[in-house]
Nanobody, 126 residues
Framework: QVQLVESGGGLVQPGGSLRLSCAASGSIFSGNAMGWYRQAPGKQRELVASITSGGITAYEGSVKGRFTISRDNAKNTVYLQMNSLKPEDTAVYYC????????????????????WGQGTQVTVSS
């Protein structure tokens, strides 16, 4: 059964932190690079962080230095630690297969026809 379950979102003040989790089915997770995406209202879904099965990470420029992606291969789970949050980080966050290059450009990403979970809402506001 294909499954992606994101959790950990919430309302946080600017400068605060959140840790997101994504439990994935083995068919999506095992051996694949995984990424965190976000979609703000009226905008397209963007890939902001990725991690290979071996643990190599990459980030989109606006989150580099503030977000940290990690994975637990034994638990089929990927995490996103978000620090120094800004109002512009407000979005629904999703996980799925995906890979950024070292410079933060997209190597490949999951598409609209792929399975997506429900996402988790992150709101950064005072």
């Amino acid at each position: 059964q294909v499954q992606l379950v994101e959790s950990g979102g919430g309302l946080v003040q600017p400068g605060g932190s959140l840790r997101l989790s994504c439990a994935a089915s083995g068919s999506i997770f095992s051996g694949n690079a995984m990424g965190w995406y976000r979609q703000a209202p009226g905008k397209q879904r963007e890939l902001v962080a990725s991690i290979t099965s071996g643990g190599i990470t990459a980030y989109e420029g606006s989150v580099k230095g503030r977000f940290t992606i990690s994975r637990d291969n034994a638990k089929n789970t990927v995490y996103l630690q978000m620090n120094s949050l800004k109002p512009e980080d407000t979005a629904v966050y999703y996980c799925n297969r995906g890979l950024l290059t070292w410079s933060g450009t997209i190597f490949y990403r999951a598409g609209g026809n792929d399975y997506w979970g429900q996402g988790t809402q992150v709101t950064v506001s005072s």
